[in-house]
């Protein structure tokens, strides 16, 4: 019969000791696979539900955006010339902080970030905050933002 | 607070995952007393038997009370409490019981933690109290502190035989603090710049009373030497204001501000000059200042890569092992083996909580989970760090897992208001 002296016994406790600690980690490494497997098919419907969460380059004026590229919206996005801008726009007619979109109450809002040349949605110029639906179209300097869902 | 009527859905990952712990505390105690050449006694089970009933009460409570809650939280705290009580068992057979009555008390701060508090909301009414009270107790230390243990600062504050360290409380109390004042102020720090020729600076009048309360805190553990906590408390701060913000000038602006500050503390404060020299060579005053991290270092590289085996290396030559030398006794004794193990067990503690934050509807609530989490991260690279000799060496507790009764209390409590963070509505599930 195989008999476990103390050595053996201690050597199986350390390796157990450690091996538990990987395990711990192994489980949580697999729930966190299987709970990203879930959100993958979720997230097409968590997309479609939020509103007007992109811009779509409809004219990219001087800068050098390419027409038709999508942006990305933030729930704070800030537009301008200076670079840290969440969107950078680098043309000379733009301020260096021209505008701002917010996510607020689940609708987006423009405010103009005292601008020079100010700026405009659906070609009238925003006094204070406008709110922006999917369609309407931003334009700040020669730049024109389409914004989509 | 919205009285949403929850049925009670079991949590089997974390049951699941909480049993991890409690073998872990059984096998490593074990393992202790047979190298000892002893068999297990009694307070080895009353240790196994504490860590499992205070896990099992807070798992029920949160099972009744917060089934959303994450479940990934409590078990990988409790690895790391389960480990310092094995851990402490091995440096210091005296004080095991006294951290297992520690790792208790946590637990039942934490389960207070969730009963008690009437909503995230009352943490951001109050908080200029928070601020305040927390600044009050560091304060204090300088008119009550002692030094129980002679480290040379008087950081603690005592009552009949228990003492009481006010900078790991103060850690807590600024985050509510940070995180009610940058909720309000966000839109206002993200938008409006002053500017002055071609810079633009951000809104200073409305940055002040966060700079004040920043430069108070820092002052006061300055002047304490507690410069663990200082290096902790600006961390965090430059973390919860980019996270709010998401403006990259803050971080560099801060950062010269910081490459300042510390140039100052290198001139003005001996401390700090005789830190840096020692991490730049601790072996050229190897018997002197540089003693802790050489032996810390001696001991790491003796472990090799699987380590001596509990008591079978020599970590007692290390100064402060059981505190904030923890990682340097694991090391030599667990290996680098064990070594990832703990630090892999941070990662997924900073990794839940951020996912907290980012799952959290609430932007103070956010908020909150993220400058929680920060500070967990950052305690842990300040000590991580200084032990393995890639940043100056500042004396922090390893979040959870060194000794000691208020580091292990005030991250308990912590770890109750990220759970209860994780409690609240989250996007996509119970948000419209």
Redesign the interface.
């Known amino acids: 019969m195989f008999e476990l002296t103390?050595e053996a016994?201690?050597?199986l406790?350390?390796l157990?000791?450690?091996g538990?600690?990987?395990?711990?980690?192994g489980?949580?490494a697999l729930?966190a696979a299987r709970e990203l497997r879930l959100l993958a098919r979720?997230a097409p419907q968590?997309g479609a539900a939020r509103r007007g969460a992109h811009l779509i380059v409809v004219d990219p004026g001087a800068t050098r955006l390419a027409s038709g590229a999508v942006l990305a919206l933030?729930p704070?996005t800030?537009l301008g010339r200076?670079a840290?801008n969440?969107i950078v726009l680098d043309d000379t007619f733009i301020s260096?902080?021209h505008a701002?979109i917010?996510q607020r109450d689940g609708a987006w809002w423009v405010?103009d970030?005292g601008s020079t040349n100010g700026t405009l949605v659906n070609e009238r110029p925003v006094q204070g905050e406008a709110e922006v639906q999917p369609g309407d179209v931003v334009g700040i300097g020669d730049v024109r933002l389409k914004v989509a869902p | 607070m919205t009285m949403r009527v929850r049925a009670a859905r079991p949590r089997w990952l974390e049951l699941m995952l909480l049993a991890i712990p409690v073998l872990l505390l059984a096998v490593g105690l074990t393992q202790i007393a047979l190298a000892r050449g002893e068999a297990p006694g009694t307070q080895d089970e009353v240790l196994v038997a504490v860590l499992g009933a205070g896990l099992l009460v807070v798992h029920f409570w949160l099972t009744v009370r917060h089934p959303q809650a994450d479940e990934v939280l409590l078990p990988t705290a409790a690895m790391l409490a389960a480990l310092s009580m094995v851990m402490v068992a091995r440096l210091e057979p005296g004080l095991a019981s006294r951290q297992a009555i520690w790792v208790g008390l946590g637990a039942a701060a934490l389960l207070a933690t969730l009963v008690i508090l009437p909503g995230i909301d009352w943490l951001r009414r109050y908080r200029y109290t928070w601020a305040a009270l927390g600044l009050l107790l560091v304060l204090s230390t300088f008119v009550f502190g002692v030094d129980p243990n002679g480290s040379g600062a008087r950081l603690w504050l005592g009552f009949g035989g228990v003492y009481f360290q006010p900078s790991e409380v103060l850690k807590v109390l600024l985050v509510v603090f940070f995180a009610a004042y940058l909720d309000d102020y966000r839109e206002l720090l993200t938008l409006s710049s002053v500017r002055i020729g071609p810079v633009s600076l951000p809104p200073l009048p409305y940055l002040a009373p966060l700079l004040l309360m920043l430069a108070l805190a820092l002052g006061l553990v300055v002047l304490q030497r507690d410069l663990g906590a200082a290096l902790l408390l600006f961390g965090l701060f430059l973390a919860m204001l980019f996270v709010a913000t998401g403006r990259i000038t803050y971080v560099v602006a801060s950062l010269a501000l910081f490459v300042l500050g510390a140039d100052l503390l290198y001139r003005l404060f001996s401390v700090v000059t005789v830190r840096v020299e020692t991490w730049l060579d601790p072996w050229a005053t190897a018997s002197t200042t540089g003693y802790q991290l050489v032996q810390g270092l001696t001991a790491l590289a003796a472990g090799g890569l699987v380590g001596s085996g509990l008591t079978f290396g020599y970590p007692g030559y290390i100064p402060a092992v059981h505190t904030d030398f923890m990682i340097a006794a694991i090391g030599e004794e667990l290996g680098l083996v064990g070594t990832l193990g703990v630090v892999g067990l941070y990662v997924v503690l900073v990794h839940r909580g951020l996912r907290v934050a980012m799952l959290t509807v609430d932007p103070f609530a956010s908020l909150l989970a993220a400058g929680l989490t920060s500070v967990i991260g950052i305690q842990a690279l300040v000590i991580l760090g200084g032990t393995l000799k890639l940043i100056p060496l500042t004396g922090v507790t390893l979040p959870l897992l060194s000794y000691g009764g208020s580091s292990v209390l005030a991250n308990f409590v912590l770890l109750g208001l990220l759970l209860a963070v994780s409690a609240e509505p989250r996007r996509g599930h119970d948000a419209p």
Do not use: K, W
Request: aromatic letters at 6%; charged letters at 20%.
């Open positions: 103390a016994l201690i050597l406790l350390r157990a000791l450690v538990l600690i990987y395990l711990f980690l489980m949580i729930a979720q968590a933030r704070i800030r200076a840290d969440t260096a902080e701002a917010v405010s970030r």
